[in-house]
C-alpha cells in the first residue's frame, strides 16, 4: 500500500506531491555531474497545504513526509518513493521516525515557546533520514508571534529541511510565511469516495457507510466517527431536532442550554480518558508514587500542567459545540434546497420529514436569516464571546 492510499479523491495533489517526492529523491541520491537541476526542481523547503474541514490536509502532508523518507530498493529500479512498506515510510507515517516532527495542538493556539524549538529543531542535519521535515498540522492556530518566529526559519531553511503546514484557508496564515510556501489546495473528497474507504477500511456495513459520508457531506473523520461511534449518532440527532423546538422563548434558552451541556459532557469525556493518565505520568516522572506526597519544588509543574488540561477542555468544548453547528448548518442548507427545488441530494434523508415540514412552513428568505444566525454564533464563539450567550442569541434568532 502506497502513501498516497490514505488520500481520498486528491488525485491532483496526490500527482504533484508524488513528482515532488521523485525530484527530492534525485536531489539526494545524485551527487555527479549532469544531475537534476534545483532551479526546474518540483521540490521546494516549505509547503503550505490548505483544505476545508475534513479534506485531508495532515493525511496529505503525513504522506509526503513519508515519500520524502522512503528507503525501498526499488527506487533503484525506478520505483517512486513512497512505497508505503519500508522502514523509512512506516516509521513517518506511525510517528516514530527520528527526522520527522508531527506538531498538533488541542489547546487553542500555538505559541511563541513552541515554535522556538521547532526552529532549532529544523536547523539541524537528518539524523539518519534523507530530509528533516516539521508536519505543522494547525498552522492556523499559530499566534502572531509565533508566526514571525517560524517565518524566519522558512526564510532561511537549512539545506536539507523541509517545512509542512496546514491551514484551512490562504488567510489563516500570516501573508509572509504563505508568500514563501508552495501552496496546495485540497477539496472536500466525494461522497462515494468517503463511503467506499469506510467500507474498505473500517469495515463498516455499506448502508450506513453511505449515510455517514452523506451526512458528514463528505468529511472523512467526521464521516468515520458517525459511523463507528453511537454517542456521535445521538448527539447529531439531538441538534437535528432543535429546529423543531426553538417555536417560543422558553424552547430557545432550554435547547441553548442542552447544546452547551452536550459539548461540556464532550469535553468531561476527553478529559476523564487523557488527563488523569497525564497526571499519573507527570507525578512519577517528578518522583511522587501513587498515594505519597510530591516532592518540593514540583508544585509549579503541576499547576502548569492543570491549566494545559483547563485550556484543552476549553478547545474541546469549542470544537463541539461547532461540529454542532456545522450539522445545524446542514440541516437548513437542506431545507434551502427542498424550498428552492434544487436537485442536490440532501445531507440528512433521516430527518427528511422534520426538514419537510420548516421547508412549508417557512421561506427562502427565511431560511437564510436562519444559515445566517447560525454562522454569526460561530463567528461570535470565534471571538471568546461566552458559549451559552451566543447559543442563546442564535436560537432566539432562529425563532424569527
Not at 28 to 44: C, F, I, L
Not at 207 to 232: C, M, N, S, V
Not at 240 to 265: F, M, S, T, Y
Amino acid at each position: 500500500m502506497a502513501v498516497w492510499d490514505d488520500l481520498v479523491g486528491q488525485a491532483k495533489v496526490e500527482e504533484q506531491l508524488a513528482a515532488a517526492a521523485r525530484d527530492a529523491d534525485a536531489l539526494v541520491t545524485t551527487h555527479v555531474a549532469g544531475g537534476p537541476d534545483p532551479e526546474a526542481s518540483k521540490m521546494t523547503h516549505a509547503w503550505l497545504f490548505t483544505g476545508p474541514p475534513g479534506s485531508g490536509r495532515a493525511t496529505a502532508a503525513r504522506a509526503f513526509a513519508a515519500a520524502l523518507q522512503c528507503v525501498s530498493p526499488d527506487r533503484a529500479l525506478g520505483g517512486a518513493p513512497g512505497c508505503g512498506f519500508c522502514d523509512g515510510c512506516h516509521t513517518a507515517l506511525v510517528g516514530t521516525h527520528a527526522d520527522v516532527e508531527v506538531v498538533r495542538t488541542d489547546l487553542l493556539s500555538i505559541g511563541v515557546k513552541e515554535t522556538r524549538e521547532l526552529v532549532r529543531r529544523a536547523q539541524l542535519s537528518p539524523a539518519g533520514g534523507r530530509w528533516q521535515v516539521i508536519v505543522l498540522e494547525d498552522a492556523d492556530r499559530l499566534t502572531e508571534g509565533a508566526g514571525n518566529v517560524i517565518l524566519k526559519a522558512v526564510e532561511e531553511p537549512a539545506p536539507r529541511t523541509v517545512w509542512l503546514l496546514c491551514a484551512p484557508s490562504l488567510e489563516d496564515v500570516l501573508p509572509t510565511i504563505r508568500s514563501r510556501c508552495r501552496h496546495l489546495t485540497l477539496r472536500t473528497p466525494p461522497v462515494e469516495a468517503v463511503a467506499d474507504v469506510l467500507v474498505r477500511r473500517d469495515g463498516v456495513e455499506p448502508a450506513a457507510a453511505q449515510a455517514a459520508a452523506q451526512a458528514t457531506q463528505g468529511h472523512i473523520d467526521r464521516a468515520r466517527r458517525l459511523a463507528t461511534d453511537e454517542r456521535a449518532r445521538a448527539r447529531r440527532a439531538v441538534v437535528l431536532k432543535l429546529p423543531l423546538r426553538v417555536g417560543d422563548v422558553g424552547g430557545c434558552l432550554k435547547a441553548a442550554q442542552e447544546l452547551i451541556d452536550a459539548a461540556g459532557e464532550d469535553a468531561k469525556e476527553v478529559a476523564e480518558e487523557v488527563d488523569a493518565k497525564e497526571t499519573e505520568e507527570l507525578k512519577a516522572a517528578l518522583g511522587g508514587g501513587q498515594g505519597s506526597r510530591m516532592p518540593r519544588g514540583t508544585a509549579g509543574a503541576m499547576k502548569e500542567l492543570e491549566e494545559r488540561q483547563k485550556r484543552r477542555k476549553t478547545r474541546t468544548q469549542r470544537d463541539s459545540l461547532d461540529l454542532a453547528l456545522t450539522d445545524l448548518t446542514a440541516f437548513y442548507r437542506d431545507v434551502l434546497t427542498l424550498q428552492l427545488r434544487a436537485r442536490t441530494p440532501l445531507a440528512n434523508q433521516d430527518v427528511r420529514d422534520a426538514v419537510e415540514r420548516i421547508a412549508r412552513d417557512t421561506t427562502p428568505e427565511r431560511t437564510l436569516r436562519r444559515i445566517e444566525a447560525v454562522l454569526a454564533c460561530r463567528d461570535a464563539l470565534e471571538r471568546n464571546v461566552a458559549p451559552l450567550l451566543a447559543v442563546e442569541a442564535m436560537t432566539m434568532s432562529l425563532r424569527d
